[in-house]
């Protein structure tokens, strides 16, 4: 009799999806009628989830690209972006965006535009290739130590959106803003006004919610800007995961970072998005 076998931090070996526990192994086998197939899939990551970094978002495309592929699927990154954000949004009502299914699912520098019909429009940012190099060389990312759900960080955020708070609906209006000089500076290789804006857009995260940073994330930020880094921000949701610094004197940043007990993770930009690697 076929079966479907997931493991990750535990394992499960069910007969039909309907069984499976876990949520998102659960609606991708249901999304694609795995059922009648033998499967077995187990799964790893380098980093823990809630750290800011689109892990769920990561997970969900990566699981749903390896089950097209077994099924001999041609899907395109928008489709396979939309089957994720439908698991995640539609079917778990995860209070999140779209921004990881899609940047997981094209990778590189897109500029993603999220129209109110729910469409999204992907852009590849047509920046230097030396500006990438430096880009690349000059962000660091430093682990918090802090770990949490972004769809109850967010959850605030979202109630007060949808009540009409004019402090929310401004702060938004402005991250738009803020995300499109963001690109500009990339495009043009403005690294002093790319730094500039993460410091912006911490202090609009900050006062969009009184849960998106602590005193340690605080104490931790200065620190970073008071040893070498010219801008800054806490990546994702906020709450926890990491700190990403831009810097070009690094050796003095991972020093102060290093005694004040964050652990740097070093990470090189991905351009081919969602991908399957065959080991032969």
Aim: include cysteine; charge should be negative; proline fraction near 2%.
């Amino acid at each position: 009799m076929p079966e479907l076998i997931v493991k990750y931090s535990r394992l499960e070996r069910v007969a039909h999806a309907d069984e499976l526990e876990h949520p998102i192994f659960r609606e991708a086998f249901r999304l694609l009628e795995m059922d009648g197939r033998s499967v077995e899939i187990a799964s790893m990551a380098d980093l823990p989830a809630g750290t800011g970094l689109g892990s769920s978002g990561s997970f969900t495309t990566a699981l749903l690209k390896a089950l097209h592929t077994r099924k001999k699927d041609l899907v395109h990154p928008r489709e396979l972006a939309e089957e994720a954000c439908h698991i995640e949004i539609d079917v778990l009502k995860e209070e999140i965006g779209k921004q990881d299914q899609y940047i997981s699912a094209y990778g590189g520098l897109t500029c993603f535009e999220f129209c109110p019909d729910g469409r999204v429009d992907a852009r590849v940012l047509p920046i230097a290739s030396q500006t990438l190099y430096t880009l690349e060389d000059n962000l660091l990312l430093f682990f918090t130590g802090y770990s949490r759900s972004a769809s109850k960080v967010l959850q605030d955020q979202n109630q007060r959106s949808l009540r009409g708070d004019e402090e929310v609906e401004r702060n938004l209006t402005e991250l738009k803003d803020i995300a499109r000089r963001t690109a500009d500076a990339l495009v043009d290789g403005d690294f002093g006004c790319f730094a500039e804006l993460l410091n912006v857009q911490w202090e609009q995260k900050r006062r969009r919610s009184g849960i998106s940073s602590n005193a340690d994330i605080n104490s931790w930020y200065r620190l970073g800007m008071e040893n070498g880094a010219l801008g800054g921000k806490l990546v994702g949701a906020g709450g926890g995961g990491f700190l990403m610094f831009y810097a070009e004197e690094k050796t003095r940043l991972r020093k102060a970072m290093l005694e004040a007990g964050l652990r740097e993770v070093r990470f090189r930009f991905d351009f081919e998005g969602t991908k399957v690697v065959t080991v032969s």
